[in-house]
């Protein structure tokens, strides 16, 4: 049983910093894809971040040069660094992984978090 958890939302002023963890658990993180999507009520789902297996990094346009994404191989545990937060980064935030054919920013990842919150004000 795959679960993911994440962890560090929560409030944060315009211009400033958050780091997000995802927890993969028994996650087998190999020839496949994990990433972070977000989501505003009423709006649809939003592919922020991804990260193949290989290390290679797909990011929006909206947060290229100020999100990061990575991943410890040793806790597999998967993080986003946000920095120069705008307040329209605010969203639910979900952790999602395995996707074959390519780490498109797509919502079809097999399996996905519980979110957590992050807003900007």
């Known amino acids: 049983h795959v679960q993911l958890v994440e962890s560090g939302g929560g409030s944060v002023q315009a211009g400033g910093s958050l780091t997000l963890s995802c927890a993969a658990g028994?996650?087998?993180?190999?020839?496949?894809?994990m990433g972070w999507f977000r989501r505003v009520p009423g709006k649809e789902r939003e592919g922020v971040a991804s990260?193949?297996?290989?290390?290679?990094?797909t990011y929006a346009e909206s947060v290229k040069g100020r999100f990061t994404i990575s991943h410890d191989k040793a806790k597999n545990t998967l993080f986003l660094q946000m920095n120069s937060l705008k307040a329209e980064d605010t969203a639910m935030y979900y952790c999602?992984?395995?996707?074959?054919?390519?780490?498109?920013?797509?919502?079809?990842?097999?399996?996905w978090g519980q979110g957590t919150q992050v807003t900007v004000s």
């Open positions: 999602v992984a395995e996707r074959y054919g390519g780490c498109k920013l797509v919502a079809d990842y097999t399996y």
């Open positions: 028994r996650y087998t993180y190999k020839r496949s894809c």
């Open positions: 990260m193949s297996s290989d290390g290679r990094t």
